[in-house]
């Protein structure tokens, strides 16, 4: 009987407590929305999930300057993705990935006859 009964103010009590989540949570977002929060969060969030590398990003992660050739740059690349597959750093070995794969883009636009322009 005693069970029962704790059983029921349990159940009562996470049900008071579910609506009282929802409630806060209903009148934080209104006022996030209010203060311009929720708007700048969602940017953020866009912003930070197409941020493209930058040549200069690309260059200073593979050691390189904007003289180096592309035989310097495809050997660091070589260097720098085999020492981070040994030793296990997959974050690293992935940004110098995407440093070769950015400055691929501004050597092949390079090489294109017009220059690059179109």
Not at 38 to 58: F, I, P
Not at 91 to 116: F, M, N, W
């Amino acid at each position: 009987m005693a069970a029962k009964i704790l059983a029921n103010l349990i159940v009562m009590g996470s049900g008071i407590l579910a609506r009282a989540f929802v409630q806060a949570y209903r009148q934080a977002l209104q006022n996030a929305s209010k203060s311009g929060v929720a708007q700048e969060t969602l940017q953020n969030a866009v912003r930070r999930g197409n941020k493209v590398m930058t040549e200069q990003e690309a260059r200073q992660i593979l050691g390189v300057s904007e003289q180096s050739s592309w035989e310097e740059i495809a050997q660091k690349y070589d260097t720098l993705f085999e020492r981070n597959a040994k030793n296990g750093s997959f974050y690293l070995q992935s940004k110098v990935h995407r440093a070769k794969e950015c400055l691929e883009t501004v050597y092949e636009a390079k090489d294109q006859p017009d220059g690059g322009t179109g």
